[in-house]
């Protein structure tokens, strides 16, 4: 399984991006997609993930400002960003995984490139 990530930017506080990941390879195997961030200094926190069923969860810091949406179809999976914070700031990476993770990043079995989200005050 190969995951390939886009999206990330430079955007003002108060603004908007969308993160677009999409999966290759051997995807009927993966049950959960969604979205990990890495702050310079922290370690690698859960944003969102989504399982093939529509089921999501979210981090409490995102929750109502972050939307994450998947197309089973295009084996596609999106986080759509609005209100961004300098809190925000960080390396996105996009994560899969052929079971159900619960405890944290360990649990996920595939990872794509990370991609930048900044934003400026």
């Known amino acids: 399984v190969q995951l390939q990530a886009s999206g990330g930017g430079l955007v003002q506080a108060g603004g908007s991006l969308r993160l677009s990941c999409a999966a290759s390879g051997n995807i009927f195997m993966l049950t959960v997609m969604g979205w990990y961030r890495q702050a310079p200094g922290n370690g690698r926190e859960l944003v969102a993930d989504?399982?093939?069923?529509?089921?999501?969860r979210y981090a409490d810091s995102v929750k109502g400002r972050f939307t994450i949406s998947r197309d089973n179809a295009k084996n596609t999976v999106d986080l759509q960003m609005n209100s961004l914070a300098t809190e925000d700031i960080a390396v996105y990476y996009c994560?899969?995984?052929?079971?159900?993770?619960?405890?944290?990043?360990?649990?996920?079995?595939?990872w794509g490139q990370g991609t930048q989200v900044t934003v400026s005050s």
């Open positions: 994560a899969a995984a052929e079971g159900y993770p619960t405890t944290g990043p360990n649990e996920y079995d595939y």
């Open positions: 989504i399982t093939t069923g529509g089921n999501t």
